[in-house]
């Protein structure tokens, strides 16, 4: 194996320095920014490191598992994605959060979660997949609910994580039907060589698994909740890693989509429609963090369009890009949100203006995400729409029509930040900021360098670089877009700022019940409240119900009957054996008294009974004669 000790310990430094910090806890508060940056540092070195030896192990786990980590070519994008926007966030994170916080807690957490999406990304054995990917869901829900004193927040924590583990149970029914489906060692490259039915089974728990994490419909709720939390969690959680690790699971298990028949065409429309559903809710949004949370959904729904269309260089493409840029569009949100204690668009008005640097990333940010040439999204949305071509003309329709809505929603955020503010604006304060009037120093850096990340990393359309990542990924086979897809999709995306620019802060054009319904998210939460929460817990009350009454009654008749059968035994044992051993100790005590009746001590009477006896023995011996 190459460099076997380098696989283990890339995911090792962020957690083990993670739980350090994490046990600290406040007693850490001064040294944890520091000892997080380094420690995202260090691991950023190592995923470089790592991505270019591509190193390989194994460990034996169970009788015939092994717990095997490798880089590859799709791995070897994600470690050094990972690692680097951590690295970005927790240095903003070292500006936002004060000393009244409890920073060791905080970096501890976000280091745990890195560490666990490094292992969850390297895995190369479902048992290995899915110790990551628990360890994922578990520090996401912690650092969701990081603010755990607002009972608000504790619920929305609560929402996420039971939402991701419903998906999350799709994983273990998939490595059961695996072991039953003869796919031995439980790799993930033997997945798509098991049996059927249970390859039909695999699927649909990876599947299902992947749509949780990556909150698509119908799962797409939770991530709305998500945004209670802090705005570094939301640039690291739900914009580069966790939402993305699903989607980057069926990426690199395309094969068994593949396999299965129906999984890669499900699949990719489930994408699109997601990519296009959840990019009119944030058309909807006036929250600008609930605006970007959508547009997470819908961005993340071209990166599953893609691993159904069987276009992992442009989903892979999609998934880096997309983590710099929205990791770049949650931090000045952060930033703002901290500055001015609001992240309402309306209260935002003329806020670019005021906090130009600010103002300038976020923009540079929101025109890559409107899919604006020559941004990197244009690139990795064009480069996914070819394979979906290739595949399905009306497939590619579906996918450009979510990609002008993407400009739609682009464009008003920043026209919105970039408008003079009314004079009877209000003040609109309604989050976790603070409302300090500035920004801090070390929250700049970040934004210029995801800035420049998102601008320039549309050169991997360049000849000079397709080349070489294609053979990196082993993705030369797959279609490239033609000018005239650069040029339609370039196009629409122009004509569609435009549009929104020239229509401003005008109404949705839909019926307000259409814009409410679309604003509160499609009432996904409220549909799964109804079809699954409330009957959940009807059911667990009509359950305790029988225990109380039926089971507990039984148990209870058993233990009344028990204690008369007792009873019965008592006064049986009282009245009848006691009796009878009485009797037996009368009649014992009256033979003891006849028998003392001879003892006189007298000669002349034992004489007199011995004559008696003999006289007795002679008459039995004549009678007997």
């Known amino acids: 194996m190459t460099a076997a000790w380098l696989a283990w310990l890339l995911p090792a430094v962020p957690l083990g320095s993670?739980?350090?910090?994490?046990?600290?806890?406040?007693?850490?508060?001064?040294?944890a920014p520091a000892a997080g940056v380094l420690a995202a540092a260090v691991t950023l070195a190592l995923a470089a490191a790592a991505a270019a030896v591509r190193p390989s192990a194994s460990a034996p786990l169970f009788d015939g598992?092994?717990?095997?980590?490798?880089?590859?070519?799709?791995?070897?994008?994600?470690?050094?994605?990972?690692?680097?926007?951590?690295?970005?966030?927790?240095?903003f994170a070292a500006g936002e959060l004060g000393t009244g916080e409890n920073r060791g807690r905080f970096f501890g957490l976000m280091l745990l979660f890195a560490g666990a999406m490094l292992v969850t990304v390297t895995a190369a054995t479902l048992p290995l997949l899915l110790m990551g990917w628990e360890a994922m869901g578990a520090t996401s829900y912690a650092l969701i609910g990081y603010w755990w004193r607002e009972p608000r927040r504790v619920t929305a924590a609560n929402t996420a994580f039971l939402t991701t583990r419903a998906g999350d149970l799709g994983l273990y029914v998939a490595a059961g039907a695996a072991m039953a489906g003869g796919a031995g060692g439980l790799t993930l490259a033997g997945l798509p060589h098991a049996s059927q039915p249970w390859l039909a089974v695999i699927t649909v728990g990876v599947v299902l698994a992947a749509f949780g994490k990556s909150a698509q419909l119908p799962f797409s709720f939770w991530l709305s909740r998500a945004m209670e939390g802090p705005s570094p969690v939301s640039a690291l959680l739900h914009s580069a890693t966790m939402v993305a690790a699903g989607a980057y699971l069926l990426l690199r298990l395309n094969p068994l989509l593949v396999a299965s028949g129906w999984g890669a065409p499900a699949v990719a429309w489930a994408g699109a429609v997601t990519a296009l559903a959840l990019g009119l809710v944030a058309v909807a949004q006036a929250d600008l963090k609930q605006l970007l949370a959508a547009s997470t959904c819908a961005q993340v729904g071209f990166m599953v369009l893609a691993a159904g269309a069987g276009g992992i260089r442009g989903g892979m493409l999609q998934l880096v890009a997309h983590a710099a840029v929205k990791s770049l569009l949650f931090l000045a949100a952060g930033a703002w949100l901290t500055a001015l204690g609001t992240k309402q668009l309306p209260a935002l008005r003329g806020v670019a203006r005021e906090y130009p640097l600010v103002g300038v990333t976020f923009t540079i940010g929101a025109a890559v995400l409107a899919g604006l040439p020559p941004g990197s999204l244009w690139v990795s949305k064009d480069e996914l729409l070819a394979a979906a071509l290739d595949v399905n003309p009306a497939l590619y329709a579906a996918g450009l029509a979510a990609a002008v809505v993407s400009a739609v929603y682009s464009a008003k955020a920043a026209w919105y930040v970039w408008q003079p503010a009314p004079s009877d604006a209000a003040a609109g304060y309604d989050t976790e900021g603070r409302g300090t009037r500035r920004v801090a120093w070390l929250e700049r850096p970040?934004?210029?360098?995801?800035?420049?990340?998102?601008?320039?990393?549309?050169?991997?359309?360049?000849?000079?670089?397709?080349?070489?990542?294609?053979?990196?990924?082993?993705?030369?086979?797959?279609?490239?877009?033609?000018?005239?897809?650069?040029?339609?999709?370039?196009?629409?995306?122009?004509?569609?700022c435009g549009v929104t620019w020239w229509w401003g802060a005008r109404p949705v054009p839909v019926p307000a019940p259409a814009r409410g319904w679309l604003a509160r998210w499609l009432d996904l939460e409220q549909a799964a409240r109804a079809l699954v929460a409330i009957p959940a817990l009807g059911l667990a009350r009509a359950l305790a119900a029988f225990d109380d009454r039926i089971i507990d009654g039984a148990v209870r008749q058993i233990a009344r009957g028990g204690l008369g059968l007792a009873r019965a035994a008592a006064r049986a044992d009282d009245g009848e054996v006691d009796g009878l051993v009485r009797e037996v100790a009368a009649a014992a005590r009256s033979l003891g008294r006849l028998a003392r009746r001879p003892e006189t001590?007298?000669?002349?009477?034992?004489?007199?009974?011995?004559?008696?006896?003999?006289?007795v023995l002679a008459v039995i011996f004549i009678l007997v004669r």
């Not at 095997?68 to 994600?78: N, Q």
């Open 18 to 31: 993670g739980t350090g910090l994490a046990v600290t806890g406040m007693r850490a508060n001064r040294a």
């Open 65 to 91: 598992v092994t717990a095997a980590v490798r880089v590859d070519g799709l791995s070897a994008v994600m470690v050094v994605t990972v690692a680097a926007v951590t690295l970005a966030v927790l240095v």
């Open 446 to 496: 970040p934004l210029v360098v995801l800035s420049v990340l998102a601008a320039v990393l549309g050169v991997t359309a360049l000849p000079a670089v397709a080349g070489p990542l294609n053979r990196a990924l082993g993705t030369a086979a797959e279609p490239s877009p033609q000018g005239w897809e650069l040029g339609v999709s370039a196009a629409a995306a122009l004509l569609a």
């Open 601 to 615: 001590g007298q000669l002349h009477t034992y004489y007199a009974q011995a004559a008696a006896i003999l006289a």
